[in-house]
């Protein structure tokens, strides 16, 4: 079984297209979601009494949720906007609400887990759960600009405590203070991580290990509508793949990096989480096999 550690939120995105309002979201969701394709997946997330009824069920339907916590208050709000070429995107509101104080803790059900990803959160919150699990096989997790820019320190504890990290090429420079890619992953590795894996958007992305540079390129898409929760879906996919694999070794590794790109590629194609739920099991595997030529 995979863990996922992270936030389930209502989000508003705009884009040149279309605006969507308190849709479900967040990057918990979009990461347990693409995961589940590949193995069972629990989620561990809070949230408000003001969380939708349809968005529970569809949450339930791919999900386990012994650890969605619900919390007297609202559900975390995230409002977001795209420019016109859908590469940038400005935060305009951000509304922490129940996830301001939420202490997570792991169920019972959920310490043997095996596997564990730990999305975008505080990274001491992430450095303590993951404390929390029996015997942790394969770990992961990402950051993001905010914690970079304000925890720095403690993203580097957090991993240390993780044996691969996820994470975009510019927040990779700004977290090792370096300008190129091989010398941010070399920085990356020798604070402790095993794997690092930097995402480059629409170019694909690159994983490091020991002395191997893999690159994998993005798949190609004349029609992206959403970029949002195209990294969640990537770090999800990566690792429920990697779960549902006998061992790990560089070659699982490899195609897990592929299965990343191509579940990315399936968030973006629709608005939300429309591209992951209506993913038909054919078709993941037909896209895989093509980008593994």
Known sequence: MLTVFGSTALDTIRTPKKTLKDVLGGAATFAAISASNF???GLIAVVGKDFPKEYHQILSKYLDL????IKEGKTFRYD?????????RETLKTELNVLADFKPTVPEEYKKSQFVYLANNDPDQNSAL??????VKFSMCDTIEFWISTKRESVIKMIKAVDAVVINDEEAKLLTKEFNLIKCAKKIMEWGAKYVIIKKGEHGSLMFFDDVIFPCVGFSLEDVVDPTGAGDSFAGAMIGYLASKNSINSAEIKKAVVYGN????????????????????????NESSYMKR
Do not use: M, N, P, R
């Open 80 to 88: 977001g906007s795209y420019d016109k070429t859908l590469s940038t």
């Open 39 to 41: 193995v069972d997946t």
């Open 262 to 285: 191509v579940l990315g590629s399936f968030a973006v194609e629709k608005y939300g989480l429309d591209g992951l739920l209506q993913i038909k099991k054919q078709t993941l595997q």
């Open 130 to 135: 993951i404390k929390e699990f029996d015997k």
């Open 66 to 69: 012994k650890g969605l916590t």
